[in-house]
Antibody, heavy 120, light 107 residues
Framework: EVQLLESGGGLVQPGGSLRLSCAAS????????MGWVRQAPGKGLEWVSSISASGGGTYSADSVKGRFTISRDNSKNTLFLQMNSLRAEDTAVYYCAKDRWNYEFFFDYWGRGTLVTVSS | SYVVTQPPSVSVAPGETARITCEGS??????VHWYQQKPGQAPVLAIY???DRPSGIPERFSGSNSGSTATLTISRVEAGDEAEYYC??????????FGGGTKLTVL
């Protein structure tokens, strides 16, 4: 059974940093692209960033480019999102999601999400 | 940049057919995927590659994509289908572009 478990969310001040993790199990993690999608309170889904199976290629939304960095450790079956220079508008539930293969560009499994709140 | 538009809400009586649209310029030349999200839960993939159903999704769910409109069709709607539905467009420069979501209400 595919399981994705996010952690690392919490309350952070504007301008601060946070690192999210996503522990994956139930599939061969190193064989699949992965991504992060966020959802602001009461709002819709917004894609944040994606990374190839090997980690050699990444994509990021313009809204986070230069501030957020996606990475992965295939030896530990873990996906990361390093978030710097956080803003109030980054407040959201952040979901870790699995691509169906290596950049089929949609997500077939999602974690339950971790809440990030940016506020002073 | 590319823009996709969904109606904010759709209402349907139990047993009827719900059609949720996703509109964009020549969207039929792109690929559309659909997700179902119930309150307090993570999204679930409902349709991929315009019309394919993942295992576990009822046959009542189907999809189409042509011209400027992609459509998620839910036949014989049940109370348990009440949820927010999001389209996601891939195939252009914005590989993971989500629509704004449509709230399906079962009357």
């Amino acid at each position: 059974e595919v399981q994705l478990l996010e952690s690392g969310g919490g309350l952070v001040q504007p301008g601060g940093s946070l690192r999210l993790s996503c522990a994956a199990s139930g599939f061969s993690f190193g064989g699949y692209a992965m991504g992060w999608v966020r959802q602001a309170p009461g709002k819709g889904l917004e894609w944040v960033s994606s990374i190839s199976a090997s980690g050699g290629g990444t994509y990021s939304a313009d809204s986070v480019k230069g501030r957020f960095t996606i990475s992965r450790d295939n030896s530990k079956n873990t996906l990361f999102l390093q978030m710097n220079s956080l803003r109030a508008e980054d407040t959201a539930v952040y979901y870790c999601a699995k691509d169906r293969w290596n950049y089929e560009f949609f997500f077939d499994y999602w974690g339950r999400g971790t809440l990030v709140t940016v506020s002073s | 940049s590319y823009v996709v538009t969904q109606p904010p809400s759709v209402s349907v009586a139990p047993g009827e057919t719900a059609r949720i649209t996703c509109e964009g310029s020549d969207i039929g030349s792109n690929t559309v995927h659909w997700y179902q999200q119930k309150p307090g839960q993570a999204p679930v993939l409902a349709i991929y590659y315009d019309r394919d159903r993942p295992s576990g999704i009822p046959e009542r769910f189907s999809g189409s994509n042509s011209g400027s409109t992609a459509t998620l069709t839910i036949s014989r709607v049940e109370a348990g289908d009440e949820a927010e539905y999001y389209c996601q467009v891939s195939g252009n420069s914005d590989h993971w572009l989500f629509g704004g979501g449509t709230k399906l209400t079962v009357l």
